[in-house]
Nanobody, 125 residues
Framework: QVQLVESGGGLVQAGGSLRLSCAAS????????MGWFRQAPGKEREFIAA????????DYADSVKGRFAISRDIVRTTVYLQMSSLKAQDTAVYYC??????????????????WGQGTQVTVSS
């Protein structure tokens, strides 16, 4: 069982930056692919970024490529999402997720077994 707790969301002006954190409990952190998703009001949850078990591989949605960076700290069992050059359309609830499946990368909701409660990010224009 993996428990995920996100933090770091808030209100930021367009062009600004935020760093989200996802603290993971459990001893299987290094065996899970970790991902970030987001869901804007009235829209479906969408894939943002994923990082491989070792941290050597990353995958991004085209909408955030070059602006967002995912990383993981195995010692702290925490995954980060550094967001820069934020736009109003980045406004959403951001979710951290963990996948215990074999393979890489994972971009679909069904690929992930565990989810955090989400953290709100609001970008004002």
């Amino acid at each position: 069982q993996v428990q995920l707790v996100e933090s770091g969301g808030g209100l930021v002006q367009a062009g600004g930056s935020l760093r989200l954190s996802c603290a993971a409990s459990g001893r299987t952190f290094s065996s899970n692919v970790m991902g970030w998703f987001r869901q804007a009001p009235g829209k479906e949850r969408e894939f943002i970024a994923a990082i491989s078990r070792s941290g050597s591989g990353t995958d991004y949605a085209d909408s955030v490529k070059g602006r967002f960076a995912i990383s993981r700290d195995i010692v702290r069992t925490t995954v980060y999402l550094q967001m820069s050059s934020l736009k109003a359309q980045d406004t959403a609830v951001y979710y951290c997720a963990a996948s215990s499946r074999t393979g890489w990368p994972f971009r679909f909701i069904v690929d992930y077994d565990y989810w955090g409660q989400g953290t709100q990010v609001t970008v004002s224009s």
